[in-house]
């Protein structure tokens, strides 16, 4: 989509012989269009890079940051601190001053952002990674002192855009393939109803504005997550789902309790020694009880136990870790359960309305969405 060819995994707009595309947002910018980049994941991460940087793998993440920059990327709101800041990159360099050099707003609380004036460029990054998964969000007050809604994030960032004669934006709900790829059904369907209403602002903006084309769509499933016929004549299905709504913590916050390493953890300062990891049943029983609200028997939690400590035998080596196999627990509460840990093969869905919505119907070839993109815009590449 970002490039309009199938690119080497793990890199961004690079083909196979080392040629490196132009991506979207260059052809646009070039035309005059301001362009934005939306998402709950760290700002550099793979799907915002994939519209506006290339040459670089996915991992580069404080090139991609320099990127931007230099491409003059207009609006940029989501996670990433840390590459920003000198304390932490490989290059000790200190962007956010040249960001502000180049014309940026910079922000990082949400304090900050509802302040934002509509002059001027916006670089919004609002955690040190990726921004909490959004059951978190709704159940820590302090998540929400500092870090905006998704569908926050959209509303301001159309607002600002609303003058422009033209512009294109890319609003990610990213962290719904986290909670996917950590087995964490809860942490997936908040983030997918927090996407859910940053298509409402959309729509919203759609309607008021009826010549702008909005398309949704994925990149991908992950985990195959599936409401199960439970019960007798399945009648415990709904029951169990509804137990959806009793969880108050992602998977990721559940770890930190069990000092479970895990994509979130803190690195431990220099000579520290890591705490020993959770192995007592009573205890790993307690914490799922007062995060999830299930009463999970103590046989079910010594089973889980080894896979806290990566000692776990799945017959299933994609299932053979802690998420995954909390994942198969969990699914005893709340009725979904999962064939793995990674991304799947389906069909993903793609709808749109607006003028050119036509060219996006039936089974059409990702790399399509590209050329419709540019033909639509007149841009001849």
Same mark, same amino acid.
């Given at each position: 989509?970002?490039?309009?060819?199938?690119?080497?995994?793990?890199?961004?707009?690079?083909?196979?012989?080392?040629?490196?595309?132009?991506?979207?947002?260059?052809?646009?910018?070039?035309?005059?269009?301001?362009?934005?980049?939306?998402?709950?994941?760290?700002?550099? @991460?793979?799907?915002?890079?994939?519209?506006?940087?290339?040459?670089?793998?996915?991992?580069?993440?404080?090139?991609?940051?320099?990127?931007?920059?230099?491409?003059?990327?207009?609006? /940029? &709101?989501?996670?990433?601190?840390?590459?920003?800041?000198?304390?932490?990159?490989?290059?000790?360099?200190?962007?956010?001053?040249?960001?502000?050099?180049?014309?940026?707003?910079?922000?990082?609380?949400?304090?900050?952002?509802?302040?934002?004036?509509?002059?001027?460029?916006?670089?919004?990054?609002?955690?040190?990674?990726? /921004?909490?998964?959004?059951?978190?969000?709704? $159940?820590?007050?302090?998540?929400?002192?500092?870090?905006? @809604?998704?569908?926050?994030?959209?509303?301001?960032?159309?607002? !600002? /855009?609303?003058?422009?004669?033209?512009?294109?934006?890319?609003?990610?709900?990213?962290?719904?393939? $986290?909670?996917?790829?950590?087995?964490?059904?809860?942490?997936?369907?908040?983030?997918?109803?927090?996407?859910?209403?940053?298509?409402?602002?959309?729509?919203?903006?759609?309607?008021? $504005?009826?010549?702008?084309?909005?398309?949704?769509?994925?990149? $991908?499933?992950?985990?195959?997550?599936?409401?199960?016929?439970?019960?007798?004549?399945?009648?415990?299905?709904?029951?169990?789902?509804?137990?959806?709504?009793?969880? !108050?913590?992602?998977?990721?916050?559940?770890?930190?309790?069990?000092?479970?390493?895990?994509?979130?953890?803190?690195?431990?300062?220099?000579?520290?020694?890591?705490?020993?990891?959770?192995?007592?049943?009573?205890?790993?029983?307690?914490?799922?009880?007062?995060?999830?609200?299930?009463?999970?028997?103590?046989?079910?939690?010594?089973?889980?136990?080894?896979?806290?400590?990566? !000692?776990?035998?799945?017959?299933?080596?994609?299932?053979?870790?802690?998420?995954?196999?909390?994942?198969? &627990?969990?699914?005893? @509460?709340?009725?979904?359960?999962?064939?793995?840990?990674?991304?799947?093969?389906?069909?993903?869905?793609?709808?749109?309305?607006?003028?050119?919505?036509?060219?996006?119907?039936?089974?059409?070839?990702?790399?399509?969405?590209?050329?419709?993109?540019?033909?639509?815009?007149?841009?001849?590449?």
């Amino acid at each position: 989509w970002g490039s309009g060819s199938r690119i080497v995994n793990g890199t961004v707009n690079i083909l196979p012989d080392g040629t490196i595309l132009t991506p979207l947002y260059t052809l646009f910018g070039q035309q005059g269009w301001k362009r934005a980049l939306v998402t709950t994941t760290e700002i550099t @991460h793979a799907t915002p890079a994939g519209f506006a940087a290339s040459g670089l793998k996915r991992e580069a993440a404080e090139g991609i940051a320099v990127q931007y920059m230099e491409r003059g990327i207009e609006v /940029l &709101l989501g996670g990433g601190q840390k590459f920003f800041d000198p304390a932490k990159r490989k290059d000790k360099r200190d962007l956010l001053p040249d960001y502000q050099k180049a014309g940026y707003q910079v922000f990082k609380t949400a304090k900050e952002f509802a302040a934002a004036k509509n002059d001027g460029k916006w670089l919004g990054i609002f955690a040190n990674s990726h /921004l909490p998964f959004s059951v978190d969000w709704t $159940h820590d007050a302090k998540h929400k002192e500092t870090v905006p @809604h998704l569908a926050e994030l959209t509303r301001k960032a159309l607002a !600002k /855009l609303e003058n422009e004669g033209r512009f294109i934006m890319q609003v990610e709900g990213g962290r719904v393939d $986290h909670g996917a790829h950590m087995c964490d059904a809860v942490a997936a369907l908040y983030d997918q109803l927090a996407f859910d209403e940053a298509i409402d602002a959309c729509l919203d903006f759609q309607r008021r $504005h009826p010549d702008t084309l909005l398309v949704i769509t994925t990149d $991908h499933p992950t985990g195959n997550p599936g409401l199960n016929g439970l019960g007798s004549n399945y009648c415990f299905s709904s029951a169990l789902f509804t137990n959806v709504q009793r969880v !108050k913590k992602s998977f990721s916050e559940i770890l930190k309790q069990w000092n479970v390493p895990g994509p979130d953890t803190l690195a431990l300062a220099k000579g520290a020694v890591a705490p020993p990891i959770q192995q007592d049943a009573k205890a790993i029983a307690d914490t799922l009880r007062e995060a999830t609200d299930y009463q999970v028997s103590l046989e079910k939690a010594a089973v889980l136990a080894p896979y806290l400590a990566k !000692k776990g035998k799945a017959q299933f080596t994609l299932m053979n870790s802690a998420v995954a196999q909390l994942g198969q &627990l969990m699914a005893n @509460h709340l009725g979904v359960g999962w064939t793995g840990t990674a991304h799947c093969s389906d069909f993903v869905p793609l709808v749109a309305t607006g003028p050119g919505a036509e060219r996006f119907r039936g089974f059409i070839q990702n790399t399509d969405v590209f050329r419709h993109y540019t033909q639509l815009a007149g841009i001849d590449f």
